[in-house]
């Protein structure tokens, strides 16, 4: 499969001048490829010498190749100046990485049939959105309980796998089309239109066995502490290219209110996935974004994670 590219940057692009080619899965084109194989994920230039098939089970490493190209297409796009290299691998399971041969690299058979339990999923933007749409490619089952007090709108849809321009055009909620599309699959899902301390303090849905913390308003992290949370798994994106992410065992693993303690008390809340794109006069409306393939790959994850209690 080839891609074109036809960007703004267009006089900084090496490739033709205006394009990049992207080859998925096995190739010998002297352009960009992916490929993957369950755990694996794999990119590079100049023809892909692995020949390989991938799991039906496991979408993981065929998610985080995608993403990797991805970003590789915009760093092309934006003239960025990048050492050449022949092909680099990794495995998710365990974020093993080697520059050939993935066979060295961690790769064993996912669960397919494993229950998640019940989850209490805290927010669901670009990273809430982007898991929901994922979690439907596998065939895990569980209750997930979407909770978001927002709606959709038009700068939201450039970084969420799921979110669409007819969403931000009709105000939907963001946690009611979480739960819609992961009825679809063998998950069964509700939502939520509030905040985490409005959901718990009206419904009862019994003891969540994990929690995804997705959200950094509203105090939501001391809300979650002060109820004595299962394990809970947090996944942010930075401005630029980076990822946050992190996992909470109480009693053994810091969370973010020990981390961040001295400046919760000065009412400071971390900074995760915002940097402004667009301002023409102090009258305007900020606009907020991240890089697209940033929440998904935040996603992918989380979405690891779980594939390994599995």
């Known amino acids: 499969l080839k891609t074109r590219l036809t960007t703004m940057y267009s006089d900084n692009v090496e490739n033709n001048n205006d394009s990049a080619t992207l080859n998925i899965g096995n190739c010998q084109d002297p352009g960009l490829w992916i490929n993957s194989n369950g755990w694996h994920s794999g990119y590079g230039y100049g023809g892909n010498k692995n020949s390989i098939t991938g799991s039906t089970f496991n979408p993981i490493g065929a998610a985080f190749a995608a993403v990797l190209g991805n970003a590789e297409l915009y760093k092309i796009a934006l003239g960025l100046k990048m050492t050449p290299f022949s092909e680099r691998w990794f495995s998710m399971y365990d974020y093993g990485s080697c520059s050939s041969n993935p066979e060295q690299l961690s790769n064993p058979e996912i669960n397919y049939q ?51 321009a007819e969403a931000a055009l009709n105000n939907k909620c963001k946690a009611k089309i979480c739960e819609d599309f992961s009825n679809l699959s063998k998950l069964k899902a509700t939502h939520f239109k509030g905040s985490y301390g409005e959901y718990i303090n009206e419904y009862s849905r019994g003891n969540p066995d994990l929690i995804l913390c997705l959200a950094n308003e509203q105090n939501i992290w001391f809300t979650i502490q002060s109820n004595y949370p299962p394990l809970v798994l947090h996944s942010t994106t ?8 992190g996992r909470h065992i109480p009693m053994k693993e810091w969370c973010i209110m020990c981390r961040f303690h001295s400046e919760i008390n000065k ?10 794109t ?18 998904p790959s935040s996603a992918i994850m989380l979405m690891t994670e779980l594939g390994r209690l599995a």
């Open 238 to 245: 930075t401005p630029n290219w980076g990822i946050n992410f």
């Open 278 to 295: 667009y301002k023409e006069d102090k009258n305007d409306t900020e606009i907020f974004g991240v890089l697209p393939f940033l929440s």
């Open 267 to 276: 009412n400071y809340t971390p900074v995760c996935g915002e940097s402004v």
């Open 114 to 164: 494993y229950d998640l339990g019940i989850i209490f999923q805290i927010g669901c933007g670009a990273v809430g959105s982007s898991l929901a749409y994922l979690l439907r490619l596998t065939q895990w089952k569980g209750q997930i309980h979407y909770i978001d007090y927002d709606t959709v709108k038009i700068p939201n849809l450039s970084n969420s796998l799921l979110f669409t």
